[in-house]
């Protein structure tokens, strides 16, 4: 990732040219554990460390009979000097107590991903005509076979992602978990 004042961003989402969210809805024994598990499986398939996830919303609602809660998550992955993967996701639902399981709710868990570029625009060159002439062939020549790449590895992640969390909640609805 880019650290400039200013900076010409270019990005293009994973699935299609308008965002489009993978989503799971859930309904069950135990909602709540899902979410250990999508911080675990952001891990796992995006290569990330803890310090590349940044919990932004954090709203866990305890007043009453009925639990809700909202969590969203983002996820910078760097790939190369100049691109990043931006990932999006979260999980939010509300658990009542039950005598079976514990507890049982509902959530909905969703994710979205971008492939991002980032040009730095800090300096008199970077911000010159000719500069700008030689990035955009760069990028258009020599760049776009890397971009594609990239992009391809966005779509099979967020699959991959969306498919062990499936799995995780399959035990979870057969009281494996």
Known sequence: MVFARTKILIQDWCFEERPIELTLNYTGPNPQLALKHYVDT????????????????FNWDRTGKEEKFDVEFEVRKDMDKNSYLFIQGGLNGSIV??????????????ILGAVRSEYPQDTFWQR??????????????IYM?????????????????????????GLLQRGMM
């Open 42 to 57: 952001l891990k796992l398939v995006f290569k990330v460390r803890d310090s590349e996830i940044q919990e932004k919303i």
């Open 97 to 110: 107590p039950s005598e079976k399981f514990g507890k049982e709710g509902r959530v909905r868990i969703w």
């Open 128 to 141: 010159s005509m000719v500069y700008e002439f030689f990035r955009v062939l760069y990028h258009k020549l």
């Open 145 to 169: 076979s890397l971009w594609e790449k990239y992009m391809a590895e966005c779509r099979e992640m967020m699959r991959y992602f969306v498919e062990e969390m499936r799995a995780y909640l």
